[in-house]
């Protein structure tokens, strides 16, 4: 079921801001956790280690070992390259 909701006279301007910033802060939540995501997938099928979400929050993987992640943790190759891509980028900003 679906919610659905109308602005009030005057706010549309205040709601889209507040709903810019909001989505802003999911995609790069969304990013950030599928690259400890990928960097546990790693570890265990290719190092044979167990590794806890908060050993590996500042640990990165390079750009050949992210290919190597299989791409069954996304929905489709065009999203696990396009997270490779930016998680990369961002890495090296």
Not at 8 to 16: A, F, I, R, T, V
Not at 39 to 52: D, F, N, P, R, S
């Amino acid at each position: 079921m679906q919610d659905f909701f109308r602005c009030q006279e005057g706010y549309l301007n205040m709601s889209l801001d507040v709903a810019t910033v909001a989505c802003q802060k999911l995609v790069q939540d969304m990013f950030y956790e599928a690259r400890i995501s990928q960097y546990i997938y790693y570890k265990g099928t290719y190092e044979k280690v167990k590794v806890k979400k908060n050993q590996c929050r500042n640990l990165r993987l390079t750009k050949e070992q992210y290919l190597m992640v299989s791409t069954t943790l996304c929905c489709s190759s065009i999203l696990h390259n396009l997270i490779v891509f930016f998680v990369c980028a961002l890495d090296h900003v």
